[in-house]
């Protein structure tokens, strides 16, 4: 199996992850640069997005919850993803909630990478804001548990961990409880720091 990624993306990381976890120690990691237009990820995904996985047939996965859930599928079910419905539903709303937070932190890092200061829009960047606060207060009354490891706190982690380097928001002062979050996830998940941008 290959997975086609950026080291950077916070969506490439939660497969980097699991992989880690699960042992899957065949798995090929190459990069991918979506902005340029000759590499071949605009091919495998119209949508020119990572991460992207190549099973050892050809078949062409993503995104990161799908692939996710085909490596669930791999390693037996129930290894990612909980097979209870209750827990189920649950733990991938979860995963909705964090990865629709680094959906925005995204966006808000390209409104300043791409945009120059005259063309970018504040009202744009305050919405998208928005999201990520919201979503972050809503994870500061009830989030998953940090001492498993399944889709919802390997997106809740990889999105801290985003917001961490772009820094879209100055998570760490306004929302101290994910920081005992993210530190006791970072205890119980050594696969955290092993994906970092830079492994120590
Ligand atoms: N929903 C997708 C989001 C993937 C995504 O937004 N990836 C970013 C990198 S972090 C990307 O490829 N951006 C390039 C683009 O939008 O053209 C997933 O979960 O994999």
């Known amino acids: 199996m290959r997975l086609r ?4 993306s916070p969506f490439g990381r939660k497969p980097r992850m699991a992989a880690l976890r699960l042992g899957f120690a ?3 990691i190459l990069n991918a640069d979506t ?6 990820i605009r091919q495998d995904n119209p949508l020119g997005k990572v ?3 190549i099973l050892d047939d050809g078949r062409r996965v993503y995104d990161s919850r799908v692939i996710l859930e085909c490596f669930d599928h791999m390693a037996g079910p129930g290894s990612l993803i909980p097979v209870a419905w209750d827990d189920r539903l649950r733990t991938l709303t979860f995963q909705s909630l964090a990865d629709g937070v680094t ?4 966006l808000v890092s390209y409104e300043t990478r791409y945009r120059s200061e005259e063309i970018r829009s504040q009202k744009w960047l305050d ?3 928005g999201k990520i606060i919201r979503g972050l207060s809503s994870l500061t009354h ?13 997106s809740t982690a990889c999105m801290l961990g985003y917001l961490d380097w772009r820094k879209q928001v100055d998570w760490r002062a306004d929302f101290p ?24």
């Open 5 to 8: 990624t950026s080291l950077t």
């Open 26 to 28: 065949d798995l090929e």
């Open 35 to 40: 902005t340029d237009p000759a590499d071949e």
């Open 51 to 53: 991460p992207l996985l």
């Open 103 to 106: 959906d925005a932190a995204v």
């Open 127 to 129: 919405h998208q804001r």
């Open 142 to 154: 009830t989030a998953p548990d940090p001492t498993r490891f399944d889709v919802a706190t390997i």
């Open 177 to 200: 409880a994910l920081v005992a979050w993210l530190d006791a996830f970072r205890a119980a998940a050594p696969e955290f720091d092993a994906t970092a941008r830079d492994p120590a």
